[in-house]
């Protein structure tokens, strides 16, 4: 099997310019947002005390976003809220003011209109675009990578988006989502990616991704835990990562949990950079095939890169096998566990926990990131069976096995 690689963030720091996105002010508000839908819940917080006790860890926490809005996933967070940013920003409103009711109303149909919202995916943000479009009547387009599943597709189609798979990765089909906005009237780029001159829209994305930390901190202090100790969290372009890490950091300033970011070998720009060690991005190009598609991303984001060189404590490159191993551990859970159904993309970072608790060869990384019996691990995992031919396949069947 490939190894797992991994670093430390040995990084320069910056000025941290960019924490202040993931303020709590800024988080409260996109969770405001949130709040006001009628479909909005909380997610469950699955405390897996028998897998903690045999990893030799005190606490394994994992957020299942797979109820997130009736969507599977959690993407249409940062998606729903930044379109409402963008709406309140054309009205000159304050966005505690555009709630459900009000962006559903006579009165924004009859003072903003309708804008066409472009996006490029490889599932769960685009459906998460083209349901919020549908939600506002507004308009969606829909780019997606070749690769992408037919499921997948079908699913964004199902909520009246324009939607096309690309025979390009997915980086190219955001150049692609933007030239198309920026030639449509009243066409908008909805892109949790961020580069020079395109920060606003990303930074209320990331903001909206903020919600399910905010309520992750609240149920953990409800299971009579101040603060996870280590947070381990996955990565395609960073947004979710940086969002994570920077409320973390902006919630406990003097003592925040340890973050370790991880993404798919076939895609790990963040980990390039960090092992570079100069503080600058690093750009993963050819056809980043993995299993785990929403994180087969090969350009960060900006504002994440920022926040994770000055925040995080390791980076982790994985093989495909490593979510796998998690799916399977999470989909059957030690006796007494609950079961979470967790996708490709949200079980790679307990398949990382488990190899480093369970295989001696990742002990030098489990001693440097400080896991021991006193760790109380926070993990998100931010998609269902979006894919569920390939999930029972890798479930049931077990493809990409983790022993040899």
């Not at 299993?291 to 390791?314: F, K, Q, V």
Request: aromatic residues 8%.
């Amino acid at each position: 099997m490939k190894p797992i690689e991994w670093t430390l963030n040995q990084m320069p720091k910056s000025d941290d310019r960019q924490l202040n996105v993931m303020s709590r002010e800024n988080v409260k508000l996109a969770r405001g947002f949130h709040q006001s839908f009628p479909e909005y819940t909380v997610t469950p917080l699955q405390r897996l005390k028998e897998l903690a006790g045999k990893l030799g860890v005190k606490e394994v926490f994992v957020k299942d976003e797979s109820y997130r809005f009736g969507l599977n996933a959690f993407k249409v967070l940062g998606g729903s809220f930044a379109m409402a940013r963008y709406i309140a920003d054309a009205l000159k409103m304050n966005v505690g003011s555009v709630d459900y009711d009000f962006l559903k109303s006579e009165k924004l149909e009859k003072e903003f209109g309708q804008a066409t919202f472009f996006t490029a995916t490889d599932g769960n943000h685009g459906r998460g675009v083209a349901w919020a479009a549908r939600q506002l009547g507004q308009k969606a387009v829909v780019r997606m990578p070749k690769g992408t599943v037919d499921i997948r597709y079908q699913n964004i189609k199902k909520e009246g988006a324009e939607v096309s798979i690309e025979d390009m990765n997915y980086d190219d089909c955001v150049r692609l989502a933007a030239a198309q906005a920026a030639k449509t009237p009243r066409g908008v780029i909805v892109q949790d990616t961020a580069w020079d001159g395109y920060e606003e829209i990303p930074s209320w994305i990331m903001q909206g991704y903020g919600t399910m930390a905010m309520e992750a901190a609240e149920q953990l202090t409800k299971a009579g835990y101040r603060r996870p100790t280590h947070v381990i969290v996955q990565a395609g372009v960073g947004s979710l990562a940086g969002a994570v890490t920077g409320f973390f950091a902006n919630l406990f300033p003097n003592d925040p949990p340890k973050v370790i970011v991880v993404e798919a070998d076939t895609a790990a720009c963040l980990y390039k950079g960090a092992v570079a060690g100069d503080g600058s991005p690093r750009i993963v190009g050819g056809d980043l095939e993995t299993i785990m598609a929403g994180l087969a991303c090969g350009e960060p984001n900006t504002i994440s890169w920022d926040i994770l060189r000055n925040h995080a404590a390791a980076f982790a490159a994985c093989p495909d096998w490593v979510s796998a191993k998690g799916m399977r551990m999470l989909g059957a859970p030690v006796k007494g566990d609950p079961q979470v159904t967790s996708g490709e993309s949200g079980a790679v970072g307990l398949g990382l926990l488990a190899a480093l608790c369970e295989d001696g060869e990742y002990e030098r990384f489990k001693r440097a990131v400080g896991i021991d019996e006193t760790s109380v691990v926070l993990m998100f995992s931010t998609e269902g069976d979006t894919d569920p031919e390939n999930y029972r396949r890798i479930v049931w069947d077990g493809k990409y096995p983790s022993c040899e």
